[in-house]
Nanobody, 117 residues
Framework: QVQLVESGGGLVQPGGSLRLSCVAS????????MDWFRHAPGKQREWVAT???????DYADSAKGRFTISRDNTKDTVYLQMNSLRPDDTAVYYC???????????WGQGTQVTVSS
């Protein structure tokens, strides 16, 4: 079992920045990649970014150039630095991890990000 706990969401003005954190606990040694997803009202859940255990990253087009995902394996924590935020970034952001052996999906409880003036 893996538990994921996000933090760092909030209200920010357009053009502002936020840093989300996700702390993993439990059988984290079974986790390779960690991801951020988001879910905006009236829209489907959307993948945002992925970081591998080695630190390789991948981004959705909407995140490229503005968001940076990173990982501290010593703290079992993944971060999402979000810059140049726009109103359409408003969503609940979820941390995700998959057990590499069972393929079981783990999700955090989500953290709300609201971009508004």
């Amino acid at each position: 079992q893996v538990q994921l706990v996000e933090s760092g969401g909030g209200l920010v003005q357009p053009g502002g920045s936020l840093r989300l954190s996700c702390v993993a606990s439990g059988t984290v040694f079974n986790i390779k990649n960690m991801d951020w997803f988001r879910h905006a009202p009236g829209k489907q859940r959307e993948w945002v970014a992925t970081v591998t255990r080695r630190g390789n990253t991948d981004y959705a087009d909407s995140a490229k150039g503005r968001f940076t995902i990173s990982r501290d394996n010593t703290k079992d924590t993944v971060y999402l630095q979000m810059n140049s935020l726009r109103p359409d970034d408003t969503a609940v952001y979820y941390c995700h991890a998959k057990d590499q052996w069972s393929n079981f999906d783990y999700w955090g409880q989500g953290t709300q990000v609201t971009v508004s003036s």
